[in-house]
């Protein structure tokens, strides 16, 4: 069983939709964060959350709004999104105030269409 | 200049073969370092972190060099089963987050 789950692992949607993705991290971690990935492009983080706070907001556009409810759960809400948009968006965990806090551990990912 | 740069490949390489990937980083103050690997369609894994003395794990050895500033992962013995996307990230160390991580090199192993 991986560490951190996500879904949906495909998405769907047209520019005038409303949806969310959802993350859940079952290792205990601290932190979690909101990667996106394009093809041909590195990973760009999005969005860093620490004890539920939001620590970082990378100059990501509003269409994208985070949630952490907890330290176990992120949720990512899009809403009037871009084709360009399209890309794998990808979750991960993992434990601030170690020797290991760089260590990400991913979900699977939702890869996302937008049409 | 980009902080992390690789070259994406492909390597093409025959089971049984020494295979070798370098990555450099822009960043001097840069402090922790790691390959990581991505398979098809798939989330990516930590392979092995990379430390100053140079360390191995099996078949793959990892080394840093600070005074160039490029990190290289030798695979030996490749398997068909080495094949993927191996991304290099740098870290700077003290600010939660803060990985920087390269486009990825594309390894296929063929039998």
């Known amino acids: 069983e991986t560490g951190v789950t996500q879904t949906p692992r495909h998405l769907v949607m047209g520019m005038t939709n409303k949806k969310s993705l959802k993350c859940e991290q079952h290792?205990?971690?601290?932190?979690m964060y909101w990667y996106k990935q394009s093809a041909k492009k590195p990973l760009e983080l999005m969005f860093v959350?620490?004890?539920?706070?939001?620590?970082e907001n990378n100059s990501v556009p509003s269409r994208f709004s985070p949630e952490c409810p907890n330290s176990s759960h992120l949720f990512l809400h899009l809403h009037t999104l871009q084709p360009e948009d399209s890309a794998l968006y990808l979750c991960?965990?993992?434990?601030?105030?170690?020797?290991?806090?760089?260590?990400?551990?991913f979900g699977s990912g939702t890869q996302l269409s937008v049409l | 200049r980009k902080e992390v740069e690789q070259d994406p490949g492909p390597f093409n390489v025959p089971e049984g073969a020494t295979v070798a990937f370098n990555c450099t980083y822009s960043?001097?103050?840069?402090?922790?370092f790691f390959w990581y690997r991505q398979d098809c369609r798939k989330e990516p894994k930590l392979l092995m972190s990379?430390?100053?003395s140079g360390n191995e794990d099996g078949r793959f050895t990892a080394q840093l060099n600070r005074a160039s500033q490029y990190i290289s992962l030798l695979i030996r013995d490749s398997k068909l089963s080495d094949s993927a996307t191996y991304l290099c990230?740098?870290?700077?160390?003290?600010?939660?987050?803060?990985?920087?991580f390269g486009r990825g090199t594309q390894l296929t192993v063929w039998p």
């Open positions: 990230v740098v870290g700077r160390g003290s600010t939660l987050g803060r990985l920087y």
């Open positions: 960043n001097s103050a840069s402090q922790s």
């Open positions: 959350y620490s004890l539920e706070e939001r620590v």
């Open positions: 991960a965990s993992s434990q601030e105030d170690t020797s290991t806090n760089e260590k990400l551990f």
């Open positions: 990379v430390y100053s």
């Open positions: 290792l205990g971690h601290n932190a």
